[in-house]
């Protein structure tokens, strides 16, 4: 079986075929970072501008570097929610139209089970059901995946997500847009004592994030310092912070594993590319005896290969749309 996986959720235009589900035979993606750095993060109008410039070329490289024609095909996937609109958009009308061009099934795939599924690709013999923590830019999730296609959502955040405290916390230190790469460079040198910062608490659900608070006693830190004259080391401050957000996200998925009976973890999501992240995740399995997986680096970020994978698992469970698709903007996971 062979999918071609779209995605164009934000800022990178992507494109994938993936055969039989797990195996990568292309995966090809245009990164719009170094335009968006110049306004410290994404700018939706010229994101979806972007996908429009790029989309053709992205999907015919992916085609050609699989070896594979569209008449190949056995389906054509597409992220059409959770996102920017405007750049879900791009995505979901080209591979709509592409679809019914060639009589290919359209198969809808959701953001976040496409990062779910990179670890399928990094893993062959990973298998529902486990537990996920999927942390990124826009998503800190902790979600139960009991089969390829059905999930349940044990914890999320109230507020801003990981990867955006990241970035929010990078800004106010001064490093460059994407923040989270520049505080996890800065932090290989730091102290993650220097800093004590708060993990802050969340009332009705003792699985949710809060990292509003966090970001704000961190802008509010730089501040003081700056009107006392006081600089501060930003290669302990970036441990620190990366430290206290990899402690949040591990202690609150540990104590949902432990409480649902889980001994079998994963991590996804862009921030999964974090290297005190994986670390912890990584640490925390070992001391409980859980297994734990993590996609490879090339796959953490926005790709079209997640979305080929789950599209792949979609179209086994007869999970398809027609040419009335449209792309939302927010979808929980769990009213696929």
Not at 93 to 117: D, E, Q, R, T, Y
Not at 144 to 162: L, N
Not at 290 to 297: C, G, H, L, T
Request: some cysteine; aromatic content about 6%.
């Amino acid at each position: 079986m062979l999918i071609l996986g779209i995605e164009s959720s934000c800022d990178e235009t992507a494109a994938s075929v993936v055969e039989d589900c797990r195996t990568i035979r292309s995966s090809v993606v245009s990164t719009q970072i170094e335009e968006h750095k110049k306004y410290g993060g994404v700018v939706p109008e010229i994101a979806s501008r972007r996908h429009c410039e790029n989309i053709l070329g992205v999907v015919k490289q992916a085609l050609s570097e699989a070896s594979v024609s569209l008449d190949d095909l056995d389906g054509i996937a597409v992220t059409y929610a959770p996102g920017l609109i405007g750049a879900l958009l791009v995505g979901v009308s080209f591979a709509k139209a592409l679809a019914m061009s060639c009589g290919k099934p359209l198969i809808p795939v959701h953001h976040i089970a496409g990062h779910i599924a990179t670890n399928y690709l990094s893993h062959a013999e990973l298998e529902p059901p486990y537990l996920c923590l999927v942390a990124s830019g826009g998503h800190s999730h902790i979600i139960e995946v009991e089969s390829y296609t059905k999930f349940h959502v044990i914890g999320r955040t109230r507020d801003d997500a990981a990867g955006e405290c990241f970035d929010k916390c990078a800004r106010a230190m001064g490093f460059c847009y994407p923040g989270g790469v520049q505080i996890d460079n800065a932090a290989k040198t730091g102290d993650p004592k220097t800093f004590k910062l708060p993990h802050p608490a969340v009332a009705g659900n003792e699985f949710d994030f809060s990292f509003s608070g966090l970001k704000t006693n961190v802008i509010n830190l730089i501040h003081n310092s700056l009107q006392k004259g006081i600089e501060l080391n930003k290669n302990d401050l970036s441990a620190s912070v990366q430290s206290t957000i990899a402690e949040i996200l591990t202690d609150k998925t540990m104590k949902a594993a432990e409480h649902l009976g889980y001994k079998k973890i994963a991590l996804a999501g862009g921030v999964s590319a974090n290297t005190g992240v994986r670390a912890a995740m990584s640490a925390a399995c070992a001391e409980r005896g859980y297994d734990f997986y993590m996609p490879e680096k090339f796959l953490c970020g926005d790709n079209g290969a997640m979305i080929a994978c789950q599209g792949s698992y979609d179209l086994l469970a007869g999970i398809t749309a027609d040419e009335s698709l449209n792309a939302i903007a927010t979808l929980s996971m769990e009213d696929i």
